[in-house]
């Protein structure tokens, strides 16, 4: 069963405007955590974001922040005031607690183009 | 600087043939991981590692092999049960498995069977 859903293959964004990028996850463990990775064309995986799941404030990094909600399961990156540098490919992935621990599964990815 | 350093960037194999992808760290970092990306999807992970001397199966660890005989070291290898090797190859390292530990992504290597 897949765990992390990101339903936006792609999106367009007109430069400095805000973006929200979805995804979902599930998970039966009261203990995760949530990432957001960048990917650009070079193929570089660069972190963003982190989110815990007993953290009670939504995680925040410069212009990235990450609306968590829990109950609907759902962890998504808003870019503000996007920038041409922006455009790239962006997923979401979560560890989990317990004996799988060592494991982060990623989604399928959105992938971002910032207009100028 | 620390980091992890995979080589080569890009790798040609010919059909049968087994091919070593190299993966090495000097961040100290205990756990080691090693997905598979295809064009347009999510990285699918072959194989990890969290001590020396051992490594786990993946969701897709079949035509793959590793071995972890240094902490700083795990390499794998596209053997030519492999099917359908091409793809972009990304190794990771985890200072540890705790769950508010991401991974730090080297710069992968680009695989394509001629």
């Known amino acids: 069963a897949q765990k992390i859903t990101q339903t936006q293959p792609g999106m367009f964004v007109q430069e400095k405007e805000a973006v929200t990028l979805d995804c979902t996850y599930d998970?039966?463990?009261?203990?995760?955590?949530l990432f957001w990775y960048k990917q650009p064309s070079s193929g570089e995986m660069i972190f963003l974001i982190y989110?815990?799941?007993?953290?009670?404030q939504n995680a925040t990094e410069g212009r990235y922040s990450l609306n968590f909600q829990k109950a609907r399961k759902s962890a998504n990156l808003v870019i503000s005031a996007s920038q041409l540098g922006d455009s790239a490919m962006y997923f979401c992935?979560?560890?989990?607690?317990?004996?799988?621990?060592?494991?982060?599964?990623f989604g399928s990815g959105t992938r971002l183009s910032i207009r100028p | 600087d620390g980091g992890i350093t995979q080589s080569p960037k890009y790798l040609f194999r010919k059909e049968g043939q087994n091919v070593t992808l190299s993966c090495e760290q000097n961040?100290?970092?205990?756990?080691m991981y090693w997905y598979r990306q295809d064009p347009g999807q999510g990285l699918r992970l072959i194989y990890y590692?969290?001590?020396?001397?051992?490594?786990q199966k993946g969701d897709i660890a079949e035509g793959y092999s590793v071995s972890r005989e240094k902490k700083e070291s795990f390499p794998l290898t596209v053997t030519s049960a492999q099917k359908n090797p091409t793809a972009f190859y990304l190794c990771?390292?985890?200072?540890?498995?705790?769950?508010?530990?991401?991974?730090?992504f080297g710069s992968g290597t680009r695989l394509t069977v001629v």
């Open positions: 961040l100290n970092h205990d756990a």
């Open positions: 590692s969290q001590i020396v001397n051992d490594f």
């Open positions: 990771a390292s985890s200072i540890s498995s705790g769950l508010n530990y991401g991974y730090t």
């Open positions: 992935a979560m560890r989990e607690g317990g004996s799988s621990a060592s494991k982060i599964i």
């Open positions: 998970t039966s463990d009261p203990s995760y955590g």
């Open positions: 989110q815990g799941s007993y953290d009670q």
